[in-house]
């Protein structure tokens, strides 16, 4: 008993003592965390301001009539676009909110009819025309209503029902997921469209039933992000140890301190001795499947990355709403760009439209309403991750020749300019 009361009392007088040096010190250390809050609040404020003031238009893409290129040419297109990120000078960033804008890549099938849509600022129109049509010279880009106009403004309600989450990757990124790359038929080697059964599902929806898969990008500075995945790549070859941020570092070294403070008082702390390196060549230290693993990731590396949102929403009235059908066949086809040794898309499930134990309905309606309008504003909130365009290119792409869907809309002929010599009066 007298130890522990010895204890306690030291360690009551430590406590003591931290209190009374907070007193010298709190006009030090308050400061600069109430800034960070003030500066986080305050930057979400005028990029809200900012992105409200923006006009944005949504334009569809109508694809050719036969497509017999992969997606590497959306690649391409992906690639094109990452030009949008420029250096923006300190005043407009911190006074005005500017940012490098998003764009909203938007797969929809709706009452069996499947469009291809992007939603961007009025100003990037030029720049979305000019690389579609280097990648698909026959297709069209045309300047459309937003699709979200045609449902009610307030959803669920007792005609109109929905179900959406946002979705989020299976592993850390730069991690890819199963790219276009590896779908490939064994024997005749013919690529193999990696959305032909997500087009299958879409164009099969009833009367009155929509399917909305929303991507939004954002451009991500290289410099910024190489060095990261560079480094993650040398942690996966096992060269050096998973670097840490300075907030991980902060509670790692705080545990220590306290995981430790009790043992002080009775024995000597022990560190554990730093493990020693295996000395093999790589090549032999891994398995196939991690080397398969690292090949993906050194790959992906080597491309541009997107700040990458995803949001799913499945909307339509009530008499034929099939939850189970529509959204467990396209999360099921969903499931074919995962891989076990690299990543894949999955749903997160903090986000899905669902509620249990008490006020169930209520609080039901109010986290469908919120998806819906997230979805309509475009909105960024929640889970992002970073993809490359190869990813990207996989995910949102025109259909190649082997998707035979009907229900998508093509270029029914290829235009052609006028004569040089045509007169003019």
Do not use: C
């Amino acid at each position: 008993m007298d130890i522990i009361s010895s204890t306690i009392k030291d360690v009551a007088e430590v406590a003591g003592t931290l209190g009374k040096a907070f007193t010298y010190v709190w006009f030090i250390i308050l400061p600069p965390f109430f800034y960070w809050a003030f500066k986080a609040l305050w930057m979400d404020h005028v990029r809200r301001r900012y992105w409200g003031s923006v006009d944005k238009i949504l334009l569809e893409i109508i694809p050719p009539q036969n497509i017999e290129k992969s997606p590497k040419l959306m690649e391409s297109f992906f690639s094109g676009i990452h030009g949008v990120d420029t250096t923006i000078p300190n005043n407009e960033k911190y006074l005005k909110g500017r940012f490098i804008e998003w764009f909203s890549f938007e797969l929809v099938g709706d009452s069996g009819e499947i469009h291809f849509y992007v939603r961007i600022p009025k100003w990037d129109k030029g720049i979305i025309e000019a690389n579609i049509y280097a990648q698909y010279p026959d297709a069209q880009v045309v300047e459309v209503d937003d699709y979200v106009d045609k449902v009610p403004r307030i959803v669920p309600n007792k005609h109109w029902e929905i179900w959406g989450a946002d979705a989020k990757l299976t592993e850390e990124d730069p991690m890819p997921i199963r790219t276009y790359h590896r779908f490939q038929e064994d024997v005749t080697g013919k690529m193999i469209d990696p959305l032909s059964s997500i087009f299958e599902i879409l164009g099969k929806l009833g009367p009155n039933q929509k399917v909305w898969f929303q991507i939004l990008v954002n451009p991500v500075k290289e410099s910024s992000y190489y060095s990261k995945a560079k480094d993650y790549v040398e942690f996966i070859a096992g060269r050096k140890e998973k670097s840490k941020t300075t907030s991980e570092k902060m509670i790692q070294d705080i545990g220590d301190i306290f995981g430790n403070i009790f043992k002080a008082f009775t024995s000597v702390v022990e560190f554990p001795e730093e493990k020693k390196k295996d000395q093999q060549p790589l090549e032999f230290r891994l398995t196939p499947g991690e080397r398969e693993k690292l090949k993906s990731l050194e790959e992906n590396v080597g491309r541009v990355f997107f700040e990458t949102k995803i949001r799913f929403v499945y909307i339509g009235k009530r008499e034929n709403f099939d939850k189970p059908g529509v959204v467990g066949g396209f999360w099921g086809a969903m499931k074919q760009f995962s891989d076990q040794n690299t990543s894949g898309i999955s749903i997160e499930d903090s986000t899905k439209t669902y509620a249990w134990y008490f006020m169930v309905k209520p609080r039901l309606r109010y986290r469908q309403r919120i998806l819906f309008q997230r979805y309509v504003d475009r909105d960024w909130t929640g889970v992002t991750f970073k993809m490359s365009t190869a990813e990207l290119a996989t995910i949102f792409h025109p259909p190649d020749m082997s998707a035979m869907a009907p229900s998508i809309p093509r270029v029914e002929a290829k235009l052609g300019g006028a004569p040089a010599n045509l007169p003019v009066k």
